[in-house]
């Protein structure tokens, strides 16, 4: 795991304070979240996207400096126009998916960087009541002509099948809260438990975790950061009937979140351990930099090819 690229998530500390920026649990009923068949409704809608365990497409296809660069965009991106972290992760959950098909070579920055501004426009449109016109996504180093990105929107929809409803782990949250706290759950745990979301969805393929299990797994975290693999099936089998999460997959997710949060407290007490670096250190030593540099020509890309091509002027 890159500890360098946890560093950069401390700045969602204080954005994950207001509970609307993220999931808005309002709109349901405590009796919608709480009933089993709902969320093994859930479940089945989640299992239909197919999730597998082979981490080989993120580094034969795109390397993890140049996704961790993609999900720093969309990251920027979100807290730019104040979107909800489901609408972060939903993007994220596209991108993988889309490379999980696609090729995209790493050296290519542009079209990695077009590509993850199509997969936000289109989680963007899913999930937000407004959606920005294309023209106001700030995509620094390169200028995507409008009809350049609804071309690349496309090309994600028909390589995704038009399935774009998918599940993520912010539907799980409330119901893992009020069925892991046998009192009234912290006060913090909704928070944490999203930044804790937020923090794995950097590190793994979002293909090889389905979203209960992540939900599952930060949850637990956040409540106890000290579970063994015994303690946490027992847990599990105290309250689950239905079968539809397995204790091994809940426990590998938890060891990566835990990990994730051993790391986050390191940081914060010792924060100039020369082990974890500012995170703008993960994309100086990357073959982004020069992506990310004030000096490099700023790229315009028009629909304007006859073939269909879309070329850097």
């Excluded at 990695?112 to 959606?131: D, N, P, Q, T």
């Excluded at 239905?242 to 940081?267: P, T």
């Excluded at 982004?288 to 004030?294: E, G, R, Y």
Aim: glycine residues 2%; proline residues 4%; negative net charge.
């Amino acid at each position: 795991m890159e500890r360098d690229s946890y560093s950069s998530l401390l700045c969602l500390d204080e954005d994950v304070g207001d509970e609307d920026a993220f999931v808005s649990f309002r709109s349901c009923s405590p009796s919608d979240i709480e009933d089993d068949e709902y969320v093994q409704m859930l479940v089945d809608r989640e299992m239909s996207f197919g999730f597998k365990t082979d981490h080989s497409f993120l580094i034969l296809n795109l390397d993890k400096i140049a996704r961790l660069d993609a999900v720093a965009w969309i990251l920027r991106t979100r807290a730019v126009f104040g979107f909800r972290f489901q609408t972060a992760y939903l993007c994220v959950a596209y991108l993988d998916r889309f490379l999980s098909r696609r090729a995209i070579d790493s050296e290519k920055t542009w079209a990695i960087r077009l590509l993850s501004v199509a997969c936000l426009s289109l989680a963007v449109k899913m999930e937000e009541c407004r959606a920005p016109a294309l023209s106001e996504f700030a995509v620094e180093e390169y200028n995507f002509e409008s009809k350049v990105i609804q071309r690349m929107e496309l090309l994600v929809l028909n390589t995704l099948e038009w399935r774009m409803g998918s599940i993520t782990p912010f539907a799980f949250i409330h119901y893992f809260i009020t069925k892991f706290c046998n009192q009234s759950p912290p006060p913090n745990v909704v928070s944490r438990t999203v930044q804790l979301t937020m923090a794995i969805m950097r590190e793994i393929n979002l293909m090889d975790h389905r979203p209960s299990v992540i939900a599952a797994a930060a949850v637990l975290v956040a409540l106890d950061q000290r579970l063994t693999r015994n303690e946490l099936e027992s847990k599990m089998n105290a309250i689950f009937s239905c079968g539809f999460l397995q204790a091994e997959d809940v426990f590998s997710c938890y060891r990566v979140v835990q990990e994730l949060d051993k790391e986050k407290c390191a940081f914060s007490i010792n924060p100039s351990t020369t082990q974890l670096r500012p995170a703008v250190d993960v994309y100086d030593n990357s073959s982004v930099t020069s992506a990310v540099s004030t000096k490099r020509k700023r790229l315009t890309f028009y629909d304007c090819d006859p073939n269909n091509e879309k070329r850097p002027c």
